[in-house]
């Protein structure tokens, strides 16, 4: 019961942090730590008799030896069913706060009268607590970050839906951003090219979160990519090829794809942060246009909805965010996050 206690008050915080939990953890831990404890045991044991008893010392060793097989196999065997890891979001505020008010329940319900004065009005702070949180207005967010050649855009909309434009870096790094922002799923991946830099992880992320859409220029598609996209299909994911001028509807949000924008090299410098709110004064900037190897060169993006707009330019190297009365433009630099929280009364930035 110790154990189940000590692991159901982890579970949040190993979602905060590693966006994992295990549903069979309880299940094993009765098994593994007790057998982990006599393990340990042994090891003493084995050294004490190794000076003293010599000739037990190997009886010591061939049964440590048996049971260290045994840890090994049931370690095996537990990680190798299916709820021993499951991907998971952090918790909000209320549900987290909803969560431990339960577990305060029902660690102390064998308590009789003590949980039968409380549970009541735990219950109704619980639902309070829930609904306030949903009824609470949402900020959306946009989370620049980089690494190498492959530059990157995740979305949370205020509405919960995530959008990412280019899954160029290691799928399970784009699977832990986007349990972070709390959307439960992306509602489409944008490839601005079809180069490996912006599609490499898009296999394994497809894995871990659940993909509606993939919306991607016209152009040779690599044979990776291209047994990606069948199998992302078999499973009902929207595969999209667009050509610039096009566009897509998907709930409350437009998805147009545009001639590539490359930024110029002069621009005007940047005002330092007033209150919290980021004034970037942004540059000029340049449309290519056609070149002949659309699916090399890139599209730009434009992603519109309630109360924003989102324009990325090729490669999602740079963005221009409008949002409210705010409009700027951010440079994804190498190794560098930038988060961004916009709403209707402005926009506001941490780099990370």
Known sequence: MITFFAQSGLYP????????????????NIILVPLSAVLMGMGFLISFTSFALPGFC???????DFLLGAFQFLVEFFAGLPLAAVWTSP???????????????????????????????????????????????????????????????LLRTAGGKGMLVNAGIDGT???????ESKTGGLEAVILSSLEESSWKGIEELSKIIRIRMVCLPFGYVDPGLG????????KGCVIKRMWAGESIVSGKWSIAARWPLYRAFTSRPALPPQ??????????????????????????WVLSGPGMVLETGAGASFARLRSGAAEFDIITRRGK???????????????N
Not at 13 to 28: D, E, P, Q, R, W
Not at 173 to 179: D, I, K
């Open 227 to 234: 047994k990606t996209l069948s199998r992302l299909g078999e």
């Open 91 to 153: 918790l909000g505020w209320g549900a987290c706060a909803a969560y431990y008010l339960m577990l305060f329940v029902l660690w102390h319900f064998p308590d009789r009268s003590f949980s039968g004065r409380i549970f009541k009005p735990l219950a109704a702070a619980c639902v309070l607590i829930l609904a306030l949180s949903y009824a609470l207005p949402k900020k959306g967010e946009a989370v620049f970050f980089a690494k190498g050649r492959a530059k990157c855009v």
């Open 173 to 179: 790094s784009l699977a832990h951003a986007v349990l």
């Open 337 to 351: 996050i930038q988060r961004i929280s916009f709403s209707k009364r402005g926009v506001y930035a941490q780099n």
């Open 275 to 300: 209150g919290g709110k980021i004034n970037v004064g942004g540059g000029s900037w340049r449309k290519k246009g056609y070149s002949g190897l659309a699916g090399y060169d890139g599209l730009s």
């Open 13 to 28: 915080l190993m979602a905060l942090y590693f966006h994992k939990i295990s549903l069979i953890s309880v299940v094993s």
């Open 58 to 64: 190997r009886i010591f060793i061939f049964v440590t």
